[in-house]
């Protein structure tokens, strides 16, 4: 087994595992244990992809979760390749906000760009241009945070996924 991860400095890290068994083993293997009831985490899997999801109880706004997409190399070994994240809905409104942000900078820019030519005062807008990256930076310090507050749990599930892969 070959396990290659990327710098941690994305806001979801992700990873590339070769193994000596194949798809259909392993797609079975986390089916197998999804459906046990020593297992505490919550998963689904379809077609080649496992979505791993943190326990209910233990789940809060910044749990990650971990999406796996296991494709065979040949009849007797496969790739997994993995991906650690916050839930698709956090995702979503991280995504929205920043994408919000930018908008709003350009519109800004070219409404100041405006009226600068018209000889306007442009105080209002420069301001606004100052604190949009600001605000960008914030939201990335946030995902930061919930990234290190959701380190443990990210570790938790790559752990189960390594047992099972092992098993």
């Known amino acids: 087994m070959k396990e290659e991860k990327n710098s941690a400095i994305y806001l979801r890290p992700r990873f590339r595992i070769e193994l000596d068994k194949n798809k259909t083993d392993l797609l079975n293997r986390f089916n197998s244990e999804f459906k046990s009831h020593e297992c505490k985490f919550s998963g689904k899997i379809i077609d ?14 910044w749990s990650p979760q971990l999406h796996l997409e296991i494709e ?3 009849k007797e070994r496969s790739i997994a390749k993995g991906l650690f994240g916050p839930k698709p809905q956090v995702w979503t409104l991280f995504i929205f906000l920043h ?14 760009y405006t009226k600068w030519i018209l000889k ?28 290190k507050t959701g380190h443990s ?6 752990n189960f996924m390594m047992k099972v892969l092992n098993k």
């Open 48 to 61: 080649d992809h496992v979505v791993i999801d943190i326990p209910k109880k233990e789940n809060h706004f």
């Open 72 to 74: 065979a190399l040949d």
């Open 99 to 112: 994408s919000a942000i930018a908008f709003t900078f350009i519109s800004v820019l070219i409404y100041a």
């Open 120 to 147: 306007e005062d442009i105080t209002m807008s420069i301001c606004i241009l100052i604190a949009l990256p600001i605000l960008w930076f914030v939201l990335y310090f946030f995902g930061q945070l919930g990234k």
């Open 153 to 158: 749990q990210m570790e938790n599930l790559h």
